[in-house]
């Protein structure tokens, strides 16, 4: 018979808990064990989806996991707590999920990495992961057919982050207005903004896209819109010895790219030696040109396969068959990301460009 994997939900700082809740949910394996915040209300919707007994309920993270025991923890806190938080719950031996991004510092994201042990797994979540359309462009760079990679660009964002809760339900401008002045996502000190909570899909994937490859030099700058603690557009061009690639992210896009794509599109073109790809957010195709086809065509995307359709199952297949974690959800690739974030973050502050930060 199958384990039986016992997860433990902590932190519902971020919307996307309900998201990796239900993964949990869905997966024949797993006994959802426990979920904690410590306030209740950001709970609820969860309690109510997934059919938490009130035993499984708890507002303070250590009474839950010493509760429950649970093998797999996925933690959600705002990015300037991911340090905290991984090393409060470490101690209690269970493999860590913690949603993107990786941190709010380089030196947070090698805190995390220090405080797990040989015997845990620490996994990054990227959800553009699990868009088919990346994984799509991922096997047509792997397969050769656009030659070496030389230029990353990506534009990532949406409306905002309080413009949706869980499963991407959708607020209202009223529920913005009121939220805004208290969500962590417009908090400096809570690791807020757009260029921390959306630069590292770029520079994750992108660096997956260029086979690990690290930039020299970063040069990046934001904007400073009145009356808000951190910026809701950055724009970033990494130097690599190879090329220039740029990162850019939007809080304000005209429209959310899962219902209608908005103009410039959400999502990457990637340059190579021989030939292009074009693939954007949620897309059921992307765009190509080759050598042998300079007028472009397109592919259709591939569908997700178990083990690779969400973060949990994902993992789950990773230590039931001994396996490494990799590509944008290791500790390995979200690091050479979270070089280019604290370097980009650095250099919007001091109006300079910057050597990448070790």
Same mark, same amino acid.
């Given at each position: ?148 990679? =030389? @230029? *990353? ?10 413009? $949706?809760?869980?499963? %991407?339900? #959708? /607020? ?55 009356? =808000? @603690? *951190? ?10 010895? $190879?090329?220039?690639? %740029?990162? #850019? /992210? ?75 974690? #990799? ?32």
């Amino acid at each position: 018979m199958s384990k039986k994997w016992k997860v433990a939900g902590i932190d519902f700082s971020h919307m996307h808990m309900g998201d990796n809740l239900k993964y949990a949910f869905d997966h024949p394996d797993v006994d959802i064990a426990g979920i904690c915040h410590h306030e209740r209300e950001p709970m609820e919707s969860s309690i109510k989806n997934f059919d938490i007994s009130e035993d499984r309920v708890f507002t303070d993270y250590k009474e839950c996991l010493e509760q429950t025991k649970p093998d797999i923890i996925i933690l959600c806190s705002a990015t300037a707590r991911h340090a905290e938080s991984v090393e409060q719950v470490a101690p209690y031996g269970a493999h860590i999920m913690v949603e993107k991004p990786f941190a709010s510092s380089l030196a947070e994201a090698d805190r995390m990495v220090a405080a797990i042990s040989d015997n845990q797994q620490l996994i990054i979540n990227w959800p553009l992961m699990w868009v088919p359309v990346y994984i799509t462009t991922k096997r047509m760079i792997d397969e050769g057919l656009i030659g070496d990679v =030389l @230029e *990353v660009h990506t534009y990532g964002g949406n409306r905002g982050p309080l413009y $949706h809760v869980d499963a %991407k339900a #959708e /607020t209202s401008p009223e529920y913005v207005a009121e939220q805004k002045p208290k969500s962590w996502f417009y908090k400096a000190a809570e690791g807020g903004g757009s260029l921390l909570d959306y630069i590292g899909y770029g520079t994750t994937l992108g660096t997956w896209y260029q086979g690990g490859r690290a930039p020299i030099e970063v040069t990046s700058t934001w904007d400073e819109p009145e009356g =808000l @603690e *951190v910026d809701e557009h950055s724009i970033t061009v990494a130097r690599y010895a $190879h090329g220039l690639s %740029k990162f #850019e /992210t939007r809080w304000g896009t005209f429209t959310d790219p899962w219902i209608i794509q908005p103009q410039p599109k959400c999502g990457f073109v990637i340059v190579g030696t021989d030939g292009t790809i074009a693939s954007y957010d949620y897309e059921p195709t992307l765009r190509m040109q080759t050598r042998e086809k300079p007028e472009g065509f397109t592919v259709d995307v591939d569908p997700l396969e178990a083990p690779n359709q969400n973060p949990i199952q994902y993992l789950i297949h990773c230590l039931e068959n001994d396996q490494p974690i #990799e590509g944008p959800l290791s500790t390995e690739i979200s690091r050479t990301g979270q070089q280019i974030v604290d370097t980009a973050f650095q250099s919007a502050k001091e109006k300079r460009t910057l050597p990448l930060m070790q």
